[in-house]
């Protein structure tokens, strides 16, 4: 699976988008981009995930760049209970359904 | 649906001690897989499941048996506890390869003294 590059941790105001980079430059055609993340210490919860164009639910969007080599997601109207760790993680479909989760992004939503 | 239980949500061991973390799904999800967490850590994979009978090893399965009897269970055995087992253990499932969300369970939090 590709490695993927995440900032350690991020700020963001309550009520404003919270932007999550995440670098992939090694990622090869087959690979999924997803995100997860966990609260405090729960159990991770997905978020959303793409292959090659942007994807939006109820909880974010996926911005995924032409190349794939890196991608955003987006919390439109971050909360407080959005603080949680956020996983870039990218998958060749081959693996079955292992993840592997790197360190993440330590998102604090601040009022 | 209950989704994705684990039993107990804590335990204390003895190094030496064997047990089984008990995890069940109730979403006829084929693949089934245990990770662990070490604090301030990501998650690690132990083992994994794509069906029932089948199981393989992931990054860190040395001291963790696995079995799928059936497609709801997926129990982990510990064999003989040591205190690097100390950890938050997490399974989950999912319905299959890519495209598909893996559920978590609220987890397990072991300590072995």
């Known amino acids: 699976d590709a490695k993927t590059t995440q900032p350690t941790s991020m700020d963001c105001a309550e009520g404003r988008a919270a932007n999550l980079p995440c670098n992939h430059s090694t990622i090869s055609g087959n690979e999924y981009v997803y995100w997860y993340r966990q609260i405090h210490s729960q159990g991770p919860q997905y978020i959303i995930h793409?292959?090659?164009n942007n994807e939006t639910n109820e909880m974010a969007s996926l911005i995924i760049t032409e190349d794939r080599k890196s991608s955003t997601l987006i919390l439109p109207h971050a909360t407080l209970r959005d603080t949680a760790v956020y996983y870039c993680i990218v998958r060749v479909v081959e693996a079955g359904n292992m993840l592997t989760f790197g360190g993440g992004t330590r998102l604090m939503v601040k009022p | 649906n209950a989704g994705v239980t684990q039993t107990p949500k804590f335990q204390v061991l003895k190094t030496g001690q064997s047990m089984t973390l008990q995890c069940a799904q109730d979403?006829?999800?084929?693949?089934m897989s245990w990770y662990r967490q070490d604090p301030g850590m990501g998650l690690r994979l132990i083992h994994y499941?794509?069906?029932?009978?089948?199981?393989d090893q992931g990054e860190v399965p040395n001291g963790y048996n696995v079995s799928r009897s059936t497609t709801e269970d997926f129990p982990l055995r510990l064999l003989s506890a040591a205190p690097s087992q100390t950890s938050v253990y997490f399974c989950?499932?999912?319905?299959?390869?890519?495209?598909?969300?893996?559920?978590f369970g609220p987890g397990t939090r072991l300590t072995v003294t």
């Open positions: 793409g292959l090659k």
């Open positions: 989950a499932s999912s319905y299959g390869l890519a495209g598909y969300e893996q559920y």
């Open positions: 499941s794509v069906g029932a009978g089948i199981t």
């Open positions: 979403m006829n999800h084929e693949y």
